[in-house]
């Protein structure tokens, strides 16, 4: 790790810093998030690609920052998983990186409920949620991303999975779904 890194990096996992973010991303500057709500999770996304064999080799990536964060919301509790990139250069596959974490953190909820399901041995399920592991009340946590560009130059890199095709015709790109990024510049 670069030294840019290692600086971001500590900088980004004060809570205070981290919620500034996300409370200006979110709430547009609004004090919602409480930097002492906010508990560090493990910036390690390992999962076995969805549906693969056990026998797959697991795909690894780590986060900068990675954090869950709950609160009381219209009477109900609101979980949401927050991950920070930080990036002191423009990543022109940011994209497919963010999507890449998102979704690994997805499939690990899944593959989670599985398991909790599989132990529990509760009711039988149907063969939808037999196939999945995930049963049909199972519910997943959002997971917000938001990159952190530290760089001195405006940001020119692709901002959503669309940009990033040589393809532009709308009724192709409205059956691709779009991926984009939170791009924050301090």
Same mark, same amino acid.
């Given at each position: 790790?670069?030294?840019?890194?290692?600086i971001t990096k500590d900088y980004m996992a004060d809570n205070r810093i981290f919620a500034d973010v996300f409370n200006h991303m979110l709430y547009?500057?609004? @004090?919602?998030? &409480?930097? &002492?709500?906010?508990?560090?999770?493990?910036?390690?996304?390992?999962?076995?690609?969805?549906?693969?064999?056990?026998?797959?080799?697991?795909?690894? @990536?780590?986060? &900068?920052?990675?954090?869950?964060?709950?609160?009381?919301?219209?009477?109900?509790?609101?979980?949401?998983?927050?991950?920070?990139?930080?990036?002191?250069?423009?990543?022109?596959?940011?994209?497919? @990186?963010?999507?890449?974490?998102?979704?690994?953190?997805?499939?690990?909820?899944?593959?989670?409920?599985?398991?909790?399901?599989?132990?529990?041995?509760?009711?039988?399920?149907?063969?939808?949620?037999?196939?999945?592991?995930?049963?049909?009340?199972?519910?997943?946590?959002?997971?917000?991303?938001?990159?952190?560009?530290?760089?001195?130059?405006?940001?020119?890199?692709?901002?959503?999975?669309?940009?990033?095709?040589?393809?532009?015709?709308?009724?192709?790109?409205?059956?691709?779904?779009?991926?984009?990024?939170?791009?924050?510049?301090?």
């Amino acid at each position: 790790m670069g030294t840019k890194d290692t600086i971001t990096k500590d900088y980004m996992a004060d809570n205070r810093i981290f919620a500034d973010v996300f409370n200006h991303m979110l709430y547009k500057g609004e @004090k919602i998030i &409480d930097p &002492d709500a906010l508990y560090p999770l493990d910036t390690t996304a390992l999962t076995v690609p969805y549906g693969a064999e056990k026998s797959e080799v697991p795909v690894q @990536k780590f986060r &900068d920052e990675f954090k869950a964060f709950t609160a009381m919301q219209d009477e109900s509790n609101v979980y949401l998983l927050l991950g920070i990139g930080n990036q002191s250069e423009q990543n022109f596959a940011m994209p497919v @990186k963010n999507m890449v974490y998102d979704s690994l953190e997805y499939a690990g909820q899944v593959e989670k409920s599985a398991k909790s399901h599989r132990r529990a041995k509760e009711r039988a399920p149907t063969s939808g949620e037999y196939l999945s592991g995930f049963y049909r009340n199972d519910r997943l946590i959002p997971v917000i991303t938001v990159v952190v560009y530290f760089g001195a130059d405006t940001w020119i890199a692709p901002r959503s999975l669309h940009e990033m095709f040589d393809v532009k015709k709308p009724e192709i790109l409205s059956m691709v779904p779009d991926y984009w990024i939170n791009l924050f510049s301090p």
